[in-house]
Each structure stands twice: as C-alpha cells, then as structure tokens.
C-alpha cells in the first residue's frame, strides 16, 4: 500500500524559513512525479509545486516562486520543500501526493496526512 508521511512543519514568524519532508513508502518512488499541495482552514487546496520523476525540473505557484525550493531524492525516497521569506499567507496544512503531472492536484485520497506550517508573529 502506498504511503506518504510529511514532517517538517511548524510555526515561524514573518521571514522565517521550515524545511518540509515527504517520506514515500509502498511504492517505486522514482517513477512518479511529485507534487506539494497545501490548504489553508476554510479554502480549497492550491496546488504549491511539483517535481518530474527525474528530479531536474521543478515547477511552482506565482504566489511561491523565488521563496520556495523543490528537491527530491528517489535513492532515499524522499521530497523537500524548502521554505523561505515565509509569510501570514503561507499559513495552511502542507500535503504531498502523486501527480499525474509535476502541476497536478490528485484526489485527496492520494495525499499524506499533512504537517501544519503557521507563520505569525
């Protein structure tokens, strides 16, 4: 059975910088693009970044380009999403998942149980 468990998360203030990780288990990891998704409490998920399988092309929101870093190892099975010069709106529950595409937003099913990043002072 697939399994993806995210950690990292946690609270900061205004610029401050987390390093999420996307462990995947019970599946080739290599073989599928990787995606970031998060949602904010009474919003609909947004899509924040994905990777293609081979981990050389990294694809990203408007609202997070030039602040956030996509990396992947598939020898270790793992995903990154650094964060950095957070801000309030950043704020939201951060979920990775398979993507049929790097910019795809799979069904909720497909996703890990999240870890909370809150940016305030």
Same mark, same amino acid.
């Given at each position: ?31 599928? =693009? ?5 949602? $904010?409490? *009474?919003?609909? #998920?947004?899509? @924040? ?5 081979? +981990? ?33 709106? =950043? ?5 990775? $998942?398979? *993507?049929?595409? #790097?910019?795809? @937003? ?5 996703? +890990? ?9």
């Amino acid at each position: 059975e697939a399994q993806l468990v995210e950690s990292g998360g946690g609270m900061v203030q205004p610029g401050g910088t987390l390093r999420l990780s996307c462990s995947g288990s019970g599946f080739v990891f290599r073989r599928y =693009d990787m995606v970031w998704i998060r949602q $904010a409490p *009474g919003k609909g #998920p947004e899509w @924040v970044s994905g990777m293609d399988t081979t +981990g050389t092309i990294p694809f990203y929101a408007d609202s997070v380009k030039g602040r956030f870093t996509i990396s992947r190892d598939n020898a270790k099975n793992i995903m990154y999403l650094e964060m950095n010069s957070l801000k309030p709106e =950043d704020t939201a529950r951060y979920y990775c $998942a398979r *993507g049929r595409s #790097p910019t795809d @937003v799979p069904a909720r099913g497909d996703w +890990g149980q999240g870890t909370q990043v809150t940016v305030s002072s």
